[in-house]
């Protein structure tokens, strides 16, 4: 596998369901990011990691949860979703230098359609 | 309110003819800035960026231009293809400010469609 995965590609889920959402990246970025994309929107920042520490929460909702195990891998757990939640996640990652800001290139997966019943 | 904006939401351009992407930032401390494509079903893919001490970057048939007065910049491409139809988006940052300022802040796209 090369660059950013996520799996499942595609995710129902009922509101009262648990699931998990999956993403590896092979480039060995040390930054993680989470974002939501719905229709007609910018894609929104959700969370960031850096050497495996949050360091962003952009105001999201406690019914996601994110977890960066490792800088490889980052889950986004989801609990008690609304159908308002039904977008593309997008996982990306970039290479963050220490001392660095952000704004580096990110290189993104191909996301997941979540559909909320 | 909406920091990158890309006002056409759609694009039509004939195979082989030039197709100019805009895109307007209201942040003067946006310094990098970046295009991505994305097709239907796929992540978005980076595709050309250019810092704000340049005012323009070249890649194949891909220029991006920054106009830092105007706050505006564009990507052209020449010659059109018809795999080029994807949507794009813009996106800026302030990178040499760090925190949130430095993360990316993306357009809502505009979707191109290069007709054979």
């Known amino acids: ?117 | 309110d909406q920091q990158v904006k890309q006002n056409s939401p759609s694009l039509s351009v004939q195979e082989g003819r030039i197709s100019i992407l805009n895109c307007d930032y209201t942040n003067s401390m946006f310094d990098y800035f970046l295009w991505y494509k994305k097709y239907p079903a796929e992540g978005p893919t980076f595709l050309i960026s250019i810092s704000s001490i340049k005012d323009k970057n070249e890649d194949g048939r891909f220029t991006v231009f920054l106009n830092k007065s105007a706050k505006h910049l564009s990507l052209h491409i020449v010659p059109s293809q018809p795999g080029d139809s994807a949507v794009y988006f813009c996106a800026a940052s302030a990178r040499n400010y760090g925190g949130s300022q430095g993360n990316l802040i993306f357009g809502k796209g505009t979707k191109l469609s290069v007709k054979p």
Not at chain 1, 57 to 80: A, G, I, K, M, Q
């Open chain 1, 1 to 117: 596998e090369t660059g950013v995965t996520q799996t499942p590609r595609h995710l129902v889920m009922g509101m009262t369901n648990k699931k998990s959402l999956k993403c590896e990246q092979h480039l060995g970025h040390n930054a993680m990011y989470w974002y939501k994309q719905s229709a007609k929107k910018p894609l929104e920042l959700m969370f960031v990691y850096n050497f495996k520490e949050q360091t962003e929460n952009n105001s999201v909702p406690s019914r996601f949860s994110p977890e960066c195990p490792n800088s490889s891998h980052l889950f986004l757990h989801l609990h008690t979703l609304q159908p308002e939640d039904s977008a593309l996640y997008l996982c990306a990652s970039s290479s963050r230098l220490s001392g660095q800001g952000g704004g580096e290139t990110q290189y993104f997966g191909p996301g997941t359609r979540l559909l909320v019943l």
